[in-house]
């Protein structure tokens, strides 16, 4: 789950070194927790935050496939 969201994070940010994506439990659900540069924040959120809920979309597919629940929480 950590791979995927930070594959798609470094592709759309211009800073991609500033990518910073820990993975913890938090009762029965795995958190995705992805940090970008102050500046690129609005590039991961996206348009109406449609970008945001794409990559959270896929990080629940991908969730259901491993029998697990994730969530995605980006924090500036």
Known sequence: MRELVECIAKTLVDDPEAVAVREYVRGQEI?????????DFGKVIGK?????QAMRTLVEAASVKLHERAILEIVE
């Open 48 to 52: 109406q935050g449609r970008t945001a």
């Open 31 to 39: 958190v995705v927790e992805l940090r970008v540069a102050p500046n």
